[in-house]
């Protein structure tokens, strides 16, 4: 079992920058591998990038690569999302999500078991 909760979002003018945070408990954290998703007023969720139970692997959807950066301390059960360079179409609210069974990174929304509640990111022009 796994309980996240995010933090970190908020109002941001274009170009900006922030950093959001989930805070994992549960004991099998360090072997899950992580995500985040986005999800947009009338939008499907989508996937935003996703991480590897070591940090070695990280992947990125097309639309964030080179902006956003994911990392995670494991020693703090914390994974983190560094956003640069963000744009309004970047608004939406994200959420952490942790694969309880696997320590492979995906995509997919159907292959994370935990998610957390999310917290907003407004992007202002």
């Known amino acids: 079992q796994v309980q996240l909760v995010e933090s970190g979002g908020g109002l941001v003018q274009a170009g900006g920058s922030l950093r959001l945070s989930c805070a994992a408990s549960?004991?099998?954290?360090?072997?899950?591998?992580m995500g985040w998703f986005r999800q947009a007023p009338g939008k499907e969720r989508e996937f935003v990038a996703a991480?590897?139970?070591?940090?070695?692997?990280?992947y990125y959807a097309d639309s964030v690569q080179g902006r956003f950066t994911i990392s995670r301390d494991n020693a703090k059960n914390t994974v983190y999302l560094q956003m640069n360079s963000l744009k309004p179409e970047d608004t939406a609210v994200y959420s952490c999500?942790?694969?309880?069974?696997?320590?492979?990174?995906?995509?997919?929304?159907?292959?994370?078991?935990?998610w957390g509640q999310g917290t907003q990111v407004t992007v202002s022009s």
């Open positions: 999500a942790a694969r309880g069974k696997s320590y492979v990174v995906s995509d997919q929304v159907s292959s994370y078991d935990y």
């Open positions: 991480i590897s139970w070591s940090g070695g692997t990280t």
């Open positions: 549960g004991r099998t954290f360090a072997t899950s591998a």
